[in-house]
Structure formats: C-alpha cells, structure tokens
C-alpha cells in the first residue's frame, strides 16, 4: 500500500510540473488593429461563396483621414498585412478577368476616385513590398460620402446587378468596387 501510494505521489508531482510548464505560455496582447473578414453571400450558412477578404481594421483615434491614407500614395488598404482576397470563381474587375484564387488588394486614393489594384502576391506586409510588375487589375473607381462617420475601416460585400460589390468605407469616404461575372 505505500509503494502505490508513494508511486501515485511521484505521479502527481510529476503532472504538477508539466502543467505548471504549459500555464507559463505568454501571449501577447490584443491587435489594436484587428482582424475582419468580410464575404459574400455574407450568409455563414452558405458555402457556396463568390469572394471573402481577410483584412485590418484600422482606426482613426483623432487623426484625420488623409494623414493616414495620402492621396496619390499607395496603400495596402487596412492596416498590418494587405489585405488577401479570394475569389472562387472567375470575375472581371472593369474588363480585366481574374482566374479563381488568392490575390492581395491595394489602393491608390485620390481626393474623387480610388484606384484599385489586385496584385497576385499574398502575405504581404504592408506596401513597401509591392510590385507592380505583378498586378492582375486596376480600375479607378468614384468615391462617395457617407452620412456618418466610421472610426473602424470597414468593408463588406454586397449584390450588384451583375455581380458583386467590395464596399469600403472609413471616416465619411465610401468606395465601391464593382466585380462582374
């Protein structure tokens, strides 16, 4: 009886050790600029998906817009990596054909009009690895203003009339890129 108890002791310890050693992991703290993703149909329930984005989400906190996203300047559209969108199916961005995959999305912003740009590179972090040599698409598209102010930049998709929209919106700015099938 006091072998197995002894034993059953050892045991114990031993588990005490292990634990102790995988309650010590470190993790480090939020993302003050975190992650979203954004698909269309925007139904979780449905599989059968168009596109989806993994992206940033930024925030204003007091700096203005333009500070954050100067007009003629590229930008990787969010914040941390650019963002990486995925279309299942083959669409046209203005005339251009995208084949089904992962690309990255970046922008050029302007005062009246946002250039969009689709790159084949992904995992790419920020802009200062851009190439412009590996762009699929670009379509310059109208900015619009929004009645009310968004501190998070934030996209969503929606229908359009032959296809789907990337809505993207931050501060008063509203952008709206249009994918056809």
Same mark, same amino acid.
């Given at each position: 009886m006091k072998k197995t108890s002894i034993i059953a002791t050892m045991a114990f310890g031993m588990m005490m050790v292990c634990t102790s050693n995988a309650n010590a992991q470190k993790f480090p703290g939020l993302d003050k600029s975190p992650m979203d993703i954004a698909a269309y149909p925007n139904d979780y329930k449905d599989?059968?998906?168009?596109? =989806?984005? &993994?992206?940033? =989400?930024?925030?204003?906190?007091? =700096?203005?817009?333009?500070?954050?996203?100067?007009? #003629?300047?590229?930008? =990787?559209? #969010?914040?941390?990596?650019?963002?990486?969108?995925? +279309?299942?199916?083959?669409?046209?961005?203005?005339?251009?054909?995208?084949?089904?995959? *992962?690309?990255?999305? +970046?922008?050029?912003?302007?005062?009246?009009?946002?250039? &969009?740009? &689709?790159?084949?590179?992904?995992?790419?972090? #920020?802009? *200062?690895?851009?190439?412009?040599?590996?762009?699929?698409?670009?379509?310059?598209?109208?900015?619009?203003?929004?009645?009310?102010?968004?501190?998070?930049f934030s996209m969503v998709f929606t229908k359009g009339d032959t296809g789907i929209i990337l809505n993207l919106g931050w501060d008063k700015v509203r952008v709206a890129v249009p994918f056809t099938e």
């Open positions: 599989a059968n998906k168009t596109a =989806r984005i &993994i992206y940033g =989400r930024p925030q204003l906190k007091g =700096r203005a817009l333009s500070e954050l996203t100067p007009a #003629g300047k590229l930008w =990787r559209t #969010g914040a941390n990596e650019a963002p990486e969108i995925t +279309f299942y199916k083959d669409v046209k961005l203005g005339k251009t054909t995208i084949k089904a995959g *992962s690309y990255s999305l +970046f922008t050029i912003p302007e005062k009246d009009s946002y250039t &969009i740009i &689709i790159n084949k590179d992904i995992n790419v972090s #920020g802009s *200062s690895t851009y190439k412009e040599a590996n762009d699929v698409a670009r379509l310059k598209v109208p900015v619009t203003e929004g009645d009310e102010a968004l501190e998070a």
